[in-house]
C-alpha cells in the first residue's frame, strides 16, 4: 500500500481546491466542487471564491443568491453552507439527521421537549410558505399556539427541522440583512430529493477533500454510517496509508501532487472547509501553529501561517496580518503581493491602502 506524506497530502488536497493555482471554471462549478462552502458569516465564500477562481468577480455569485440559483443554509455538521439550489436539493435530505442529532444537545429542544414535533414542523411551514421570516418575528406567532414553550426554542426548532434557507439581502456581498428564512420549496419552486445517494456525496467530498479516511469524511459532514456506506464502494476507491499508516480512501482516478510543488501565499476567511473538512488536520497546521479565532486564515507554503483582518476608514484600505510563524524573506515578498490584490478585490474603491505586517513568533 502507498505510504502518502503529509506534504503530499497537503498538496494534493490544495491542488483539488483550486489552491495551488486559480482556476478558470465558473463560478457554479466551484461551488459545487466543493460541495458547497462554509457561511455563517456571510461574506466568507466571495473571499474563498477569490481565492480560487481566476478574476472572480463578487457580481457572479451575487447574482446567483439573488437569482435564487444558490442558497445558504444549514448542511454539513448542521452550520450554514452556500450551495448552489440543485445540490441544497440533494443534500439536505441527507443531513436531516445531522440537524436532528445537533438540535438534541441543545437548549432549544429541552425547552420543547413536551411539543409534538410534527405538530410544531407543520404550524412553522404554514407560517413560513407566505413570506420569509427571522426567528424573531416566527418565535412569537408560535407561541400562540404553545405558550408554555419559549417562543425563540420554538423558532430554532422550525429551522433546523425544516429545509428552510436565508434570503436576501443576507449573503449578498457587503450588503446587510436579517437572517430571514423562507422554505426551500416556496424559494426555489423545488421539493428536497429523498432518494439522494449518500454515495455520490462520499465520491464528491474524495474529489475535492481527499485523499481522506471516513473519520475525515465523519467531521466534515456529520453524517452517521458512514462506515456502511464506504463498504458499498470498496470496489470503486483507491487505499493509502498516511504517514501514521492510518487508512485514506480516493478516487482511482485522482492525481496524487509531487510534494515539493510550490504553494503560493492564500488568504482563506474565518470559516473554510479547507481547516475544517479533515479529523486529522495536520496536512494543514504545524503543532502549536492554530488560528486564534480571528477574521481571516493565511496559509504560506500551504500551512496555516496567521491571521488577517482588513478594515476601512474614510477613503482608505487597511490590512493587517499576524504571523504565527516564521517565513522566508521570499515568502514575505509573495505575501505582500497577494494582500495588494486582497485588498484591491475587497476595496477597489479606496484612494490609499496600508499593509501591516506583524510577527507574533
Known sequence: MTRLSLR??????????????????????????LVGMQAQNPNDPYWALWSRVVDFD?????????????VRGQLMRATIHLVTTRDFLTLRPQMDPVCARTLRSTVFSK??????????????????????????????????VWPD??????AQVVTYLLPVVQVPPRGIWKQTGPAAWATIEKWAGASPDMRSDPQRTVHRYLAAFGPASIADMRVWSGLPGLREVVAGM?????????EDGRELLDLPDMHIVDEDTPAPPRFLPEYDNLLL?????????????IPQGWSGNLLVDGLFTGAWKTSRAKAGSSLTIDLMRAITKLETTQLMEEAERLLVFTFPDAEHSEITLRHLT
Open 234 to 242: 470498496r470496489g470503486q476507491l483507491t487505499t493509502y496509508e498516511d
Open 8 to 33: 503530499t497530502l497537503n498538496r494534493t488536497t490544495l491542488h483539488r481546491q483550486s489552491l495551488l493555482e486559480r482556476s478558470t471554471r465558473p463560478t457554479t462549478e466551484i461551488i459545487e466542487h
Open 149 to 154: 414553550a419559549p417562543a425563540a426554542s420554538l
Open 277 to 289: 473538512g479533515h479529523a486529522d488536520r495536520s496536512r494543514f497546521f504545524l503543532p502549536g501553529v
Open 58 to 70: 463578487v457580481a457572479d455569485l451575487a447574482d446567483m443568491i439573488s437569482k435564487r440559483e444558490a
Open 111 to 144: 425547552d420543547t421537549k413536551h411539543v409534538d414535533r410534527s405538530n410544531l414542523l407543520a404550524e412553522g411551514r404554514s407560517l413560513l410558505d407566505p413570506r420569509p421570516m427571522t426567528r424573531a418575528e416566527l418565535g412569537p406567532l408560535l407561541a400562540e
